[in-house]
């Protein structure tokens, strides 16, 4: 009995530490949809709005372009001689797909915890993102709810926009295209449901609820 109590805590303290890996969504075209299946996304992605000033639907955009919604996945394996699992091109990991340098000066410029904070975790994902995309806003003059721009230098990176890599990548273009138009669908599909999520915790009462 004591050791199944001891599984459970232990358990318990992982999904807190570094996030429990949620089903992706089934439907991800449809913001609404995405939010009844994971009401705590919402939560996550207000929080990093009202502190960054990055709007949900460009968040979440981004999210599901990154990583489909998936928590742990990672860019496949080169394969040495064509079939030997080799390097992974990069270290991008996570719902937001945040690589160890930008990831590293994320902890550093906001002071949290590289303990307590995890790139399959939701909440910390976005909260990266809108700190990332905020970053963008200040550094290049990018508006905060320009999803093309932003993910021009989210994927390129600050420097790499500026030197305007992807004026040479048509796909990285292509790309951006589809996370502002998804964006824009996000943006038109959550005042529908936004009350809904924004009020359904029992905890949310005002002041939390507003």
């Known amino acids: 009995m004591r050791s199944t109590s001891r599984i459970l805590v232990t358990l ?7 996030g429990c890996a949620s089903t992706p969504p089934k439907r991800q075209d449809n913001l609404c949809e995405i939010f009844e299946q994971e ?21 979440m955009a981004i ?6 919604f998936r928590a742990r996945v990672r860019p496949e394996r080169t ?11 990069s270290s991008a990991h996570g719902y937001a797909q945040a690589q160890d340098p930008a990831w590293q000066e994320y902890l550093e410029m906001t002071g949290r915890s590289g303990w307590l904070t995890s ?3 939701m909440a910390d994902a976005l909260d990266f993102i809108g700190w990332y995309n905020y970053t963008s806003h ?17 994927h390129e ?8 890599s992807w ?15 998804r964006a824009d669908r996000y943006a038109r599909q959550l005042p529908a449901c936004e009350e809904e999520f924004r009020c359904a915790a029992w905890w949310k009462v005002w002041p939390f609820c507003r």
């Open 12 to 18: 318990a303290l992982a999904c807190l530490l570094f």
């Open 39 to 59: 009401p705590g996304w919402y939560d996550h992605a207000y929080t990093s709005e009202r502190r960054w000033g990055i709007p949900i639907s460009v968040q």
């Open 79 to 89: 394969k040495l001689l064509g079939f030997i699992p080799w390097r992974r091109p």
């Open 167 to 181: 004026r040479g990548k048509p796909k990285v273009r292509q790309t951006a295209r589809q996370v502002a138009e």
């Open 119 to 121: 790139r399959a975790d």
């Open 63 to 68: 999210v599901q372009r990154e990583s489909s």
């Open 138 to 154: 200040r550094r290049l003059g990018i508006a905060r709810n320009d999803a093309y721009e932003l993910y021009l230098a989210y």
């Open 157 to 164: 990176g600050r420097t790499g926009y500026e030197r305007g």
